[in-house]
């Protein structure tokens, strides 16, 4: 499927209302003015105004998406429909708002964009999209309450001698020492990190089948090794040489809502004592890398909210990234999904 070279359209802050809590606009206005500076302070670097965060694509790949031919029943609606299979482009990225070698200690991004999915999107000015976005990191939660916290979090990020001094004072003393915490728990392992094709993906905010909230994990499928890489690209290196040796294969599981005190709706925490169930897989096969389809990709946006009513997403933070994440894509001329068919 060829892409059309038309960019999307701008957010209409009047069109999110209808998604939005009371009194949130004014605020979200804020955090898209603070992102969008964010993305002209790295527009030098970066040869131009780009993402402000996942710039660095490690690579850009064709998958199948299987949905299961036996579903539970709470699982069933939207995309998931029993035996289903729909095209798919992966992007695997580093995190932060510029390129960095391969050794820099950074979260991962796992972006999926199902095509051919027809019906109505939730993103305002794009409902005629053919696409449904899952969006998730090689992290199991985010240690944010709600999206001001996680604003301050990834703006500080923008200077690494402030940023300790920029999260203390937007964050206090209990909530940076969880940040510290969590960010101990990964940067180790990624430092050490072999291939990205190694790690589980969580998208870490909760988004819907139907009427049930759930969480969603991208969690790899046992399959060869490509020798160890080296070098300041050696993950995009470990991707191309372990598709030379076979297909790569994710199995897609959920997390069903419980309660709030277990599965919180809010935030970026991790649910606790909720059961993964697979209901679908991801399948890359050999010869999926494309550089043509890269460089097409990288000039769209993987938000969320471009998918189904029956997948919108939920919480505090899924709010805030819709029309966020929009008017990121606007600023840097992102262009338009493909539609259906």
């Known amino acids: 499927m060829d892409i059309e070279p038309v960019t999307a359209p701008p957010p209409d802050p009047d069109a999110w209302a209808a998604h939005l809590e009371p009194g949130e606009i004014p605020v979200l206005r804020g955090y898209e003015q603070q992102i969008n500076a964010f993305q002209d302070q790295f527009a030098r670097k970066n040869g131009g105004v780009r993402r402000g965060f996942h710039v660095k694509a490690h690579a850009v790949m064709w998958a199948q998406f299987r949905v299961a031919d036996a579903l539970p029943e709470q699982a069933r609606g939207g995309v998931f429909v029993p035996g289903a299979s729909y095209n798919a482009w992966l992007r695997v990225s580093n995190g932060y708002s510029a390129r960095m070698p391969d050794w820099f200690p950074d979260l991962l991004g796992f972006s999926v964009k199902l095509l051919d999915v027809t019906g109505p999107k939730l993103v305002p000015g794009e409902e005629h999209a053919g696409t449904q976005d899952l969006l998730a990191l090689n992290v199991p939660y985010l240690p944010a309450d709600d999206a001001n916290d996680l604003v301050i979090i990834s703006l500080a990020t923008g ?3 402030t940023a300790p001094f920029k999260v203390l004072s937007g964050l206090g003393l209990v909530k940076t020492f969880k940040l510290l915490r969590w960010a101990l728990g990964w940067l180790p392992r990624r430092l050490f990190l072999r291939s990205a094709f190694d790690q589980s993906y969580c998208g ?6 139907g009427s049930t909230p759930v969480k969603f994990l991208w969690r790899p499928v046992p399959g060869k090794r490509a020798p160890r890489q080296a070098g300041d690209n050696r993950l995009r290196k470990d991707i191309a040489e372990r598709l030379e040796l076979g297909e790569v ?8 809502f419980q309660d709030e005190q277990r599965t919180p709706i809010d935030g970026g925490w991790a649910w606790s004592d909720a059961p993964w169930v697979k209901l679908a897989e991801l399948v890359v096969l050999p010869g999926a890398l494309d550089m043509a389809l890269e460089a097409k990709v990288d000039g769209l946006a993987f938000n969320p909210w471009h998918g189904l009513e029956a997948h919108r997403p939920r919480g505090n933070i899924q709010r805030a990234r819709g029309p966020v994440y929009q008017a990121s894509a606007a600023h840097r001329s992102a262009g338009e999904d493909p539609v259906a068919g």
């Not at 870490?204 to 089948?209: H, K, Q």
């Not at 294969?249 to 069903?256: G, S, W």
């Open 159 to 161: 200077n690494f001698l």
């Open 204 to 209: 870490v905010a909760p988004i819907s089948i």
């Open 249 to 256: 294969r994710y199995d897609f599981l959920v997390q069903f």
